[in-house]
């Protein structure tokens, strides 16, 4: 924060969405590996002469921060997750700009997937999934860093074993209690991992892309429960605190989980006429998706005791 003129000064500067794909080709077996990333850098640095005067002469181009996206992306031979490019990247301009102390960077990866033909995985053959990996890496000077990873997009649903009852009911309440419905939503979850500095990062290749697959596990097998006979969910609130709190306890290295889990309501149809009161009767079987309105549900698990 900068005084000047009597005002108070903020300013961070950066390069919005940067798109790259890379392709690290296997030479052993002749396979090939795929990542596209959407990449958003933010510097807070010491460039205020070119807010309160014509005098550039600190500004890190926003021009550069891009073409620097593509030489890093160049320089990385081996592959590595989307959470180690972001904390490069944000190392680089740490360390390489005397001007620049904190570099924001914000990465999201778009969901290609190897393909399998006749059960085999193909070698250069993918397609896109649904959910995309996300994630924030803040790295400071010093080498301090702040990570958070996340998924978003992930569409869930169960036809049945959730129901919502015994809430708030007044003179404006119409819903009806029930312990038959349909839950739907789509997850957005980002959660923060407690290496506090750069050099404590595990060196592990690859060792986020696994967390996030985990993670994302970990989330599903807790909304849907066993496959046979599914586990009940009482409201959206109950299913995402066992959610984050089961991220929580099989995580030792991630502090804390927030999930978005809106409620994506399918309506029950019923049509009448007079002459048909039954047209269609509403029996657990023919809905209304909707999109619009929908119940908005987000909170944050965290750990009451930090692992100091
Ligand atoms: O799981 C739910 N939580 C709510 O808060 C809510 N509100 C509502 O109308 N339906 C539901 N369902």
Not at 168 to 192: C, F, G, H, Q
Request: hydrophobic share 35%; aromatic share 10%.
């Amino acid at each position: 924060m900068a005084e000047a003129d009597g005002l108070r000064l903020e300013q961070r500067h950066g390069k919005a969405r940067v798109r790259v794909a890379r392709v690290w080709r296997q030479n052993d077996d002749g396979s090939h590996h795929f990542v596209e990333w959407n990449v958003s850098i933010s510097l807070l640095s010491h460039c205020l002469s070119s807010y309160h005067r014509d005098d550039n002469s600190d500004i890190v181009a926003t021009d550069t921060m891009k073409n620097t996206v593509y030489v890093k992306a160049k320089e990385c031979g081996d592959r590595l997750s989307v959470e180690e490019f972001a904390i490069l990247i944000g190392n680089h301009f740490c360390s390489f700009y005397p001007q620049v102390y904190t570099a924001i960077v914000n990465i999201i990866e778009k969901p290609w997937e190897r393909v399998c033909i006749d059960g085999k995985p193909h070698l250069h053959g993918f397609k896109l999934g649904s959910e995309n990996h996300t994630t924030e890496a803040t790295v400071q000077k010093s080498g301090a860093l702040n990570l958070c990873s996340g998924v978003s997009g992930l569409a869930l649903l169960k036809t049945t074993q959730s129901g919502f009852e015994r809430f708030v009911r007044d003179k404006y309440t119409i819903l009806p209690d029930t312990r038959e419905r349909m839950l739907a939503t789509e997850v957005n979850a980002s959660w923060r991992y407690s290496y506090d500095s750069v050099a404590s990062v595990p060196k592990k290749g690859l060792y986020f892309s696994e967390k996030f697959m985990d993670v994302k596990k970990v989330l599903m097998e807790t909304f849907f429960g066993p496959p046979e006979t599914g586990v009940y969910s009482p409201s959206v609130q109950r299913t995402l605190y066992l959610m984050g709190s089961a991220v929580m306890r099989r995580f030792a290295d991630i502090s804390s989980i927030h999930l978005k889990m809106p409620n994506i309501h399918f309506l029950p149809v019923n049509l009448s006429t007079k002459e048909n009161p039954l047209m269609v009767k509403f029996k657990d079987d023919v809905y209304l998706p909707t999109d619009e309105p929908h119940g908005s549900i987000e909170a944050t698990v965290s750990r009451m005791t930090s692992k100091m």
